[in-house]
């Protein structure tokens, strides 16, 4: 198909339902007719952009670049590109990213279909039952344009490509990267001290019941996918949506990040099962995590460090685990300490993780990630911070670190000479006697003993 078709958007056509009930269905691997995206596949992306009103001809209008559902014969897992334009004239630029973001919602909208993550991540499965039923990649098409319109209203014309080809999503693919990166630009030179309002998020709630998003200027959202300026728009247009303001009232620490407004979110939106968030460390109160986060954060207390792995990873870490396992213990809206969800912008933040050494505290990253950063990392640290070419294993790690002279080996030394200390007790009592005795009495009760020999001293 090459060419834009209009659709009729009317979802009670299709051949399967749609609505608010099937959101957080899992399609496990059995289930499976196909698979979008997803950690196997290298390029995939979502993307949408605000354009002019001659860009668009008609609301409604779809076309698929490459095979639809019926051409595949199940079990495969395939690259694939979601890219909607959107006209309004009050649709903004500033917008792009929550529309984005909706996407995630609209999709798990549909019965026998998953969504996961966002941007550049995503990861989505189409059932067999879906198949079976005549499921086509224009009738999500049509779900996306129909609900987008529907959550916004203002919006007077949608139209929506989907790619399965490989050639073309790999093109899109970087131009999608270039947005998003000129996106995360607009919050550089922020200050969480500089504003009164944070932001929170529950789009993730129907995956993480009891996880909230505390999203400031210095720090983005987990999945990476909204900044504080991406959510305060979303809460002005959307009020009673998933993005909504939080006054950040009184502070009470600055250097975990604590605040009485964030709190109280977060014991509203957690259902009472949180009374306290700090967003700068990942040691108290630690900050929940869904599953859609870009990496995970992670304590070695063999080396008092933290390491970072990212979800396009496909390795193991130096204690032995990979993403999949550290996700296990971090996500699923739950305040696990030394465990974090973590949002790649974060690392370019003088907030990220601040009040737990920030980045003299960081022991390990993936190479590929680490290239990635590479900009956010101290230049004095570039060199001291081991990749999977480097180390491979807790002992590999350490010899590595002590080589570099990494500043967490100073922690080492502090916390041995502090050890030392505690054990040498000072002679500060005078000698006093004791008043002797002239018997030894040994009793036993109930007990059995074998032994070869015992030898009593006085």
């Not at 354009?51 to 199940?74: H, R, T």
């Not at 903004?92 to 941007?119: C, T």
């Not at 998003?213 to 728009?233: K, M, N, Q, V």
């Not at 964030?262 to 460390?281: E, H, I, R, W």
Request: glycine content about 10%.
């Amino acid at each position: 198909m090459n060419n834009f078709k209009k659709y009729d958007l009317d979802l009670k056509k299709l051949p399967v339902d749609v609505g608010p009930s099937y959101e957080g269905e899992r399609i496990r691997g059995p289930d499976m007719f196909l698979e979008l995206g997803g950690p196997k596949i290298k390029f995939k992306f979502e993307l949408i952009r605000v354009v002019g009103n001659d860009d668009i001809s008609d609301n409604g209008n779809f076309k698929l670049i490459g095979k639809d559902i019926p051409e595949y014969n199940g079990g495969e897992t395939i690259p694939f590109g979601i890219f909607v334009e959107a006209y309004g004239e009050k649709v903004e630029v500033e917008l792009e990213g929550i529309l984005e973001r909706k996407i995630h919602d609209i999709i798990n909208n549909i019965q026998g279909m998953m969504h996961l993550n966002q941007r550049y991540d995503i990861w989505c499965r189409i059932s067999k039952a879906d198949k079976e039923k005549g499921l086509k990649f224009e009738h999500i098409g049509i779900v996306i344009m129909s609900l987008l319109k529907k959550h916004f209203p203002f919006i007077e014309k949608l139209r929506c490509t989907l790619i399965t080809d490989e050639q073309t999503v790999t093109d899109f693919h970087k131009k999608a990267v270039d947005v998003y990166s000129a996106r995360d630009m607009k919050t550089k030179g922020m200050k969480d001290e500089g504003i009164d309002t944070f932001y929170g998020c529950t789009l993730c709630q129907s995956f993480a019941p009891g996880h909230i998003c505390i999203i400031s200027p210095e720090r983005i959202s987990l999945c990476g996918a909204i900044s504080w300026l991406d959510a305060r728009a979303a809460a002005k247009i959307d009020p009673e949506g998933s993005n909504f303001p939080i006054p950040k009232g009184e502070c009470l620490d600055a250097v975990k990040g604590i605040w009485t407004g964030s709190n109280a979110a977060v014991q509203k939106y957690s259902n009472g099962k949180f009374q306290q968030v700090a967003l700068y460390t990942m040691f108290e109160s630690v900050h929940t995590s869904c599953g859609c986060f870009e990496s995970i954060g992670f304590y070695i207390p063999e080396v008092d460090g933290i390491g970072v792995i990212d979800r396009n990873f496909n390795g193991a870490s130096p204690n032995g685990m990979k993403f999949s396992q550290l996700a296990a213990q971090a996500g699923g809206g739950q305040q696990i300490e030394g465990f974090l969800g973590i949002g790649i912008q974060w690392f370019y933040s003088k907030k990220f993780l601040s009040a737990d050494g920030g980045w003299n505290r960081m022991v390990w990253l993936p190479s590929t990630l680490k290239e990635r950063i590479k900009d956010g990392i101290p230049p004095e640290l570039a060199d001291k911070i081991p990749t999977e070419n480097d180390v491979r294993n807790l002992d590999g790690l350490k010899n590595f670190l002590k080589e570099k002279n990494h500043p967490i080996v100073k922690r080492w030394e502090e916390a041995e000479k502090e050890e030392k200390e505690e054990i040498e007790i000072p002679d500060i009592f005078p000698d006093v006697p004791f008043p002797s005795v002239s018997y030894t009495k040994i009793l036993f009760e109930d007990v059995r003993i074998d032994a070869e020999s015992v030898v009593v001293k006085k």
